[in-house]
Nanobody, 121 residues
Framework: QVQLVESGGGRVQAGDSLRLSCAAS????????MGWYRQAPGTERDLVAA???????YYKAYVKGRFTISRDNVQGTLSLQMNSLKPEDTAMYYC???????????????WGQGTQVTVSS
């Protein structure tokens, strides 16, 4: 049974930092690409960053240079270090398994409760 538990969000000011964590269980974590998605009011859920089982990384252009995605295959955790936060980063953040066998890759339909990030000016 796939379980994803996000944590680490909060309310911060522009320029501050947060570190999000995702505790994953119920599947072979090391075998799956993982990603962080976010959804702000009035927008579609958007992939922010992804990391393959081997460590290859993708970032959305608007977070490149500010965010760092990482994974610990022993602990089964996914992290997102967010620096220089902007008000535009305000969203609910979710972690997800990514199905890379389809084109385009898309998340498997397993979602946790997410963690809210709110950045004020």
């Amino acid at each position: 049974q796939v379980q994803l538990v996000e944590s680490g969000g909060g309310r911060v000011q522009a320029g501050d930092s947060l570190r999000l964590s995702c505790a994953a269980s119920g599947f072979t974590f090391r075998d799956y690409p993982m990603g962080w998605y976010r959804q702000a009011p009035g927008t579609e859920r958007d992939l922010v960053a992804a990391i393959s089982s081997g460590g290859s990384i993708y970032y959305k252009a608007y977070v490149k240079g500010r965010f760092t995605i990482s994974r610990d295959n022993v602990q089964g955790t996914l992290s997102l270090q967010m620096n220089s936060l902007k008000p535009e980063d305000t969203a609910m953040y979710y972690c997800a398994l990514i199905n890379q066998d389809v084109d385009p890759p898309r998340p498997y339909p397993y979602w946790g409760q997410g963690t809210q990030v709110t950045v004020s000016s």
